[in-house]
């Protein structure tokens, strides 16, 4: 009944050595820990948290830097710019109306995508094995040393 309970492991290919990469990334977007999918990723809205609560995998090295921002104005950005011109077109709404409208509808869709582009972004570092997620961190040469 115990292995029932424990959290689903994703673990690398025996031949190639390389971990699951879609699993792992839907795991990061729903902000989840991209090796056991039971711990949470994040603490707050987006600190990384420095390990798994319950695996124990540790994320202090990630990078994920910019990446989940970009992505947010990307994605946002290209959902709402048409989506305005074709409201415009069709409706004709109040400008307030519209205004008011589309300043809520982006702030909440930006505030919705940032945590779980931020642990997507994670997840596919650790599924690549970027930075510190490598089997020996310190041979990473992108890597400043933690000693
Ligand atoms: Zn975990």
């Not at 961190?137 to 040393?145: C, F, G, I, K, V």
Request: contains cysteine; proline residues 10%; neutral net charge.
């Amino acid at each position: 009944m115990t292995e029932m309970m424990a959290p689903a492991l994703l673990v690398e290919d025996e031949e190639t050595g390389e971990r699951p990469f879609w699993p792992a990334l839907r795991r990061g977007f729903m902000c989840r820990c991209p090796k056991c999918g039971a711990g949470p990723l994040l603490k707050n809205y987006l600190t990384v948290r420095d390990h798994c609560p319950v695996c124990g995998e540790a994320f202090y090295h990630h990078r994920a830097d910019d990446g989940p921002a970009y992505l947010t104005i990307l994605i946002v950005g290209h959902l709402m710019a048409p989506m305005i011109y074709w409201v415009f077109v069709t409706f004709r709404p109040e400008p307030m109306v519209m205004a008011t409208f589309f300043t809520l509808g982006t702030a909440i869709l930006a505030l919705a995508l940032l945590p779980r582009l931020k642990g997507a972004i994670v997840a596919l570092q650790w599924a690549k094995r970027m930075h510190g997620f490598t089997e020996n961190p310190s041979s990473d040469p992108a890597m400043p040393d933690h000693a």
